[in-house]
């Protein structure tokens, strides 16, 4: 069994507490794993797997939004759980991806039944503003934030409890069903490349199939050789900027040609 460290958890609840109202409320920002599991990373000791779950959960998320009442799988719930397995329980980080999802499918359920219990508090929010008393429509949110806030840290406590002790158990799991283990990795390390592609299908515009195509070359031509490789992506996105650049300047001057905007030179 490991070892339950007061101080991480205690942390661990009180950044939860917050993520879980930033998804509706506050900056809407700082819950996206590219964020959150970098500070939750920190908070476990390892912000290197915080660095990496975070950058590759982000693009498994990237394309889910929710509409209407349809919520994707949560993106709080799946990045915690995802570090507590990968940093306590020691699973490799494409396990952990994996294994997470089936708790952000839950964090849906979880965030559409606090929104049915509290949807009665509408009636009460309703009144208050008829009545202009702007502190009784306060009172609706923070309930409704405060419940929402509470019952993702009372998840994130036994993800963390649970993950911790569990330990063991998993490693010993991981040496006597390889097959099951290696299963698991391998969807999870297809997961970002199905996010990216749902993000691709609805942004994606017939003109730019050939950047995209042309941005795979390079990604491949500067990670193999040995000057560029470990800055191959920076090099890519600053070539991506400098012809994005060049495209807008292009397109301003054949609008201002036309007689369209100006760009206030």
Not at 13 to 41: H, K, N, W
Not at 177 to 184: D, H, N, Q, R, S
Request: charged letters at 10%; proline letters at 3%; hydrophobic letters at 60%.
């Amino acid at each position: 069994m490991g070892d339950i460290n007061i101080v991480e958890l205690v942390l661990l609840a009180i950044v939860t507490f917050i993520f879980a109202i930033d998804q509706f409320s506050l900056t809407e920002l700082i819950y996206r794993p590219m964020i959150a599991c970098p500070i939750i990373g920190l908070i476990l000791g390892d912000p290197t797997t915080g660095l990496a779950i975070g950058g590759t959960y982000e693009l498994m998320m990237v394309g889910n939004m929710p509409i209407g009442g349809a919520q994707p799988p949560n993106a709080v719930l799946g990045g915690i759980v995802a570090m507590v397995f990968a940093v306590k329980a020691n699973m490799d980080i494409n396990t952990a991806l994996g294994a997470c999802m089936i708790f952000a499918t839950f964090g849906q359920y979880v965030v559409t039944l606090v929104f049915t219990a509290t949807s009665a508090l509408m009636a009460k929010a309703d009144k208050a503003a008829e009545e202009a008393n702007p502190k009784g429509i306060t009172a609706c949110l923070n309930i409704h934030m405060g419940g929402l806030g509470a019952l993702f840290t009372i998840i994130a406590i036994v993800a963390y409890v649970g993950g911790t002790a569990a330990a063991g158990p998993l490693n010993d799991f991981k040496e006597n069903a390889t097959w099951f283990m290696a299963g698991l990795g391998a969807a999870g390390a297809m997961m970002r490349f199905v996010g990216f592609s749902i993000l691709m299908k609805i942004m994606m515009a017939a003109d730019m199939w050939g950047w995209l195509l042309a941005g795979f070359a390079m990604a491949l031509l500067f990670g193999n050789v040995a000057a560029t490789a470990s800055a191959a992506l920076i090099l890519v996105a600053f070539i991506g900027i400098a012809i994005a650049l060049l495209d807008f300047r292009i397109n301003s001057l054949a609008k201002n040609a036309e007689g369209g905007m100006s760009d206030g030179i």
